[in-house]
């Protein structure tokens, strides 16, 4: 690894990266190794998830209608075996207090209509799936009663469905890939859904989610990848990334490498969209009486989750190219899991902060990253963004910080006479970006010991900005010098020795 001089700064030059492995999806089962593999990989057997949307047939509307009244049903005689003895057939295995077994309770309700009108192995899933709901609030419940100061609220037992319509769930044994085609069971009198019989594996399991004029197909299936083992190639290579509404996500590293942020006027734009238009049809409704989401509601609802869905991927999936890249092998998030709940940041900031769905982006990324032999830690973001990085200071909550968010700059130096947000002075008086200081705090507190405030300088406080246009630049390296053209002001902070484009940024 060598070192080369931008202006006042010393960034570090990588060797030659890796190439790309393309991009799977979802979750571990196992892993193992191949007789004849070398000890930099590994072939682990995950499970996927294919994802369709699809339009909601009558078949699937009666399906759905089905499926409710068999768990609503279930759920009843699970409610009241509590109290009373609601067992009528077979051997009685029902225990005062106790939930009734699942073999019980099948065996109650075979013979039902709603049983009936669904193919056998799909009404054992809806018990199935009852009863596992049963458990968890069961475990909940108790772990409630040991640790009450875990948990926002007593848990809640399952209850009723009012919604009119509920997943359906199929098995290996009754759905078959032929050709390009996926077929259900015949009974269900369901049209076959063309599919990617390359990109599946071994199928597992179908299940349908009803979400009003379209539902969503979620094929699971298993396969086996080969990951690359980055552990023993670089240690200590880690990127952590700060999330934000203003910037989506703001990265810094202890490579050596410049801070990159990720604009979010695009996120933003669609939440803007979403919340102007709804408000809008809301009032027409409110004029006329209508109280139910109409489709058009549910159109709009679709259109914005599929755009943030779709640059979440893409914004997962480029990150995860940049550190394989430059060989990073851990990625450090800021996030606390209760970050929304009672949150007062004033009614527009409320808007757009609650609105994106961060955790989404922090599952695709651990994902992703799972699957390229990259470790995650989430961390607590609780006082890094007031805490003065330059400064040394102690991540904890102070009477009075050394340093200061929120600038003013008059516009004979260089400001547009406003306060700048976007910015953190130190009690130095240096002022850099406030996401970047953030960041790295968030990296220092997960690892004390894997950066110093003395190790950065120059270039190291000054991040380049791509727009979700730009992203594909953060992982081809070759296009780096254009991005750093178009940076050439971030945040109101000049940057100052361009790197030539024979020599590389990174």
Known sequence: MEKMNVGNAQIKQTANPPKMMKNLEYYFINDKKKSGETSKTQVKTVKLTERIQIKTSKALHYLFRCSENLYNQANTLLIKGTHVFVLTKGRSTQKAGKLIPYRALERELK?????????????????????????????????????????EKRPQSPKLRKNGESILIFTNQQIRIKG????????????????????????????????????????????????????????????????GVR??????????????????????????????????????????????????????????????EDLFHKLSKVIIQYCMCNQINTVVIGYNELWKQRLNLGKRNNQNFVGIPFYRLIEKI???????????????????????????????????????????????????????????????????????????????????????????????LVPYSVSFAELEHLANLKSAQKVILKASEADGIEVRGIVPSSQGLL
């Open 111 to 151: 013979d039902e209509p709603e049983y009936r009108a669904l193919p056998a192995q799909t009404s054992q899933q809806i018990l199935l799936l009852l009863q596992r709901n049963w458990k968890s609030f069961f475990e909940a419940y108790t772990n409630w009663k040991k640790h009450p100061e875990k948990y």
């Open 180 to 243: 390009k085609m996926l077929y259900f069971p015949k009974r269900t009198q369901l049209l076959p859904i063309r599919v990617n019989k390359a990109r599946l594996g071994k199928l597992k399991q179908v299940r349908v989610l009803p979400r009003g004029y379209y539902s969503i197909l979620e094929i699971i299936y298993e396969r086996e990848v080969v990951i690359p083992s980055l552990a023993n190639e670089q240690k200590n290579r880690i990127l952590a990334l700060d999330l």
């Open 247 to 308: 910037n989506t996500i703001c990265a810094v590293n202890n490579c050596g490498l410049r801070p990159f942020i990720v604009k979010g006027g695009a996120i933003k734009w669609i939440n803007q969209y979403y919340n102007k238009i709804r408000a809008r049809y809301q009032k027409i409704y409110a004029n006329y009486g209508i109280k139910s989401k109409t489709k058009r509601l549910q159109q709009l609802a679709r259109k914005r989750n599929n755009k943030i």
């Open 366 to 460: 651990k994902y992703k990253a799972e699957l390229k032999g990259i470790n995650v830690v989430l961390i607590g973001e609780n006082h890094t963004s007031k805490c003065s990085f330059l400064d040394n200071e102690s991540i904890e909550h102070h009477n009075t910080y050394k340093g200061k968010r929120g600038i003013y700059r008059p516009k004979d130096r260089g400001g547009n006479g406003k306060i700048e947000f976007g910015l953190f002075k130190t009690a130095q008086g240096k002022i850099i970006n406030s996401d970047v200081n953030g960041a790295y705090n968030i990296l220092r507190k997960a690892f004390p010991k894997a950066i110093s405030a003395d190790e950065i300088e120059g270039l190291g």
